[in-house]
């Protein structure tokens, strides 16, 4: 199922519980703007070749938009339009004021070099700059990107519109970014992990857990965990899965990642399996924390896991979801389990735009404080309708944008 079809259904569930009207659902569901453009560049050995760059707009209501900017091959307008609703569900679950975007370049970043893949995104740039900027729609980070990809983007973005380092989060700490940003996803995941244990009188230390993708949110997450004294037992990146049932070594496994351009291969430890293995893995805890779609209906039979933290946005496809929930299984679904980055985020907003720089200790203390407002409250909502936690942080999030709008927006 394509990934706009599957949030879709997700925000049905949640509408459907509180009757929304058909008109509102055509209203918030359809996403402001979209933008597609053709980025053409020259590579290094002197070849032309062009990519395909979107940016999705979905609502502005609460506040400017934002989201991330997705690097990978198999980004697409449906693709960028799902997430770009999430964000916006996302933010008003965490109550931050923003409304929700996307975007991102079809493209392998893996096949280019550093120079060419700056060109791609200063031309990128140079086509979307005025439909972004710190009051309307905000970049950041997301799969294939990082914080020299947010650098580009604020320096190219500078040069039509001025100094205003607010215009991009996700930046380098040396570049008006945020202490803790980069971690930050990782850690929201780890947070929330923590206070679902809690919440289901379960501990830490007799809990397996298999984490899918070690980049910037898989890498955090079990580093994280670890120190948590969680167990990790398999985690993989594209180059595949490392297994091993008695506890694999999280410290080594971060520093053969950092040592090897953040990647596991030749990782030497554990028995090496597939990545679809991984999922249906007999552990605790599952965390998808690379792509999206990794269980649909023709895996999910294999999940052995009673708890998914979803890392990832969009793992797990509607009819997956639904398996899971009449097996008893706990999904903490994304837009609440990896809202720590977007949190994050605003946070380096709000001190570009005050020109005040926070120490990591404050950062970290308002992150556990925003993520366990949200925690508390999806808790809540699920208990009192009878829900899973996914429709339950919908609601929350769906309420509060519609909310907005029949305040403001329609006379
Ligand atoms: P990343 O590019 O840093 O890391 C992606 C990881 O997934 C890498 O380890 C990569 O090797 C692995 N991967 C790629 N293709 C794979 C495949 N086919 N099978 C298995 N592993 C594969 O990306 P990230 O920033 O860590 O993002 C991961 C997920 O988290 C994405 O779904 C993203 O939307 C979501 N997310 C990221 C952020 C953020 O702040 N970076 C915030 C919220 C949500």
């Known amino acids: 199922m394509k990934t706009f079809q599957a949030t879709r259904l997700f925000f049905d569930r949640a509408a459907d519980l509180i009757d929304m009207e058909p008109s509102w659902r055509e209203i918030l569901t359809t996403p402001n703007r979209e933008v597609q453009v053709r980025i053409i560049v020259t590579l290094d050995d002197g070849r032309i070749a062009s990519f395909l760059g979107y940016r999705v707009q979905h609502n502005a209501a609460r506040g400017p938009m934002k989201g991330g900017m997705r690097y990978h091959p198999q980004v697409d307008l449906d693709e960028v339009r799902g997430l770009a609703s999430l964000m916006t569900w996302k933010t008003a679950l965490a109550n931050l ?196 779609g990794v269980i649909t209906k023709d895996n999910v039979d294999g999940v052995r896991a009673s708890i998914v933290i979803e890392a990832a946005n969009n793992p797990l496809s509607p009819a997956a979801d639904a398996t899971l929930h009449e097996r008893g299984v706990i999904v903490l679904p994304d837009i609440l389990a990896n809202v720590g980055g977007v949190t994050v985020s605003y946070f380096e907003w709000v001190q570009n735009r005050q020109h005040y720089k926070w120490g990591l200790n404050r950062v970290r203390q308002e992150l556990d404080h925003v993520l366990a407002q949200a925690f508390e409250s999806v808790w809540e909502e699920a208990a009192k309708h009878r829900v899973s936690l996914r429709t339950a942080a919908y609601l929350i999030g769906v309420r509060r944008v519609q909310q907005t709008m029949e305040l403001t927006s329609v006379e």
């Not at 004021?97 to 140079?126: L, N």
């Not at 439909?131 to 039509?160: C, F, H, L």
């Not at 380098?172 to 803790?180: C, I």
């Not at 992990?193 to 397996?208: H, N, P, Y």
């Open 97 to 292: 004021p923003y409304g929700g975007a996307k975007g991102g370049i079809r493209i392998d970043p893996r096949q280019f070099s550093r120079a060419e893949m700056r060109r791609v995104t200063r031309k990128f740039i140079d086509q979307i700059h005025d439909v972004i900027g710190p009051d309307t729609d905000i970049p950041a980070p997301d799969m294939g990107s990082g914080s020299a990809e947010m650098a580009w983007m604020r320096n190219q973005w500078e040069k039509y519109h001025g100094f205003n380092p607010a215009c991009v989060t996700g930046k380098p700490v040396e570049h008006y970014g945020a202490k803790g940003r980069e971690e930050a996803t990782g850690r929201g995941v780890g947070l929330m992990a923590c206070k679902l244990m809690r919440r289901l009188g379960r501990r830490a230390g007799q809990t397996s857990v298999a984490i899918q993708g070690f980049g910037n949110v898989g890498s955090h997450a079990a580093k994280f965990l670890t120190e948590s004294d969680f167990c990790i037992v398999a985690i993989s990146d594209i180059s595949g899965a490392y297994y091993n049932p008695q506890g694999l070594d999280i410290p080594a496994a971060l520093r053969h990642y950092l040592d090897h351009d953040s990647s596991l291969e030749g990782l030497e430890q554990g028995r090496r399996i597939s990545n679809g293995e991984l999922l249906q893995l007999d552990v605790d805890m599952l965390i998808p924390a690379a792509l999206g």
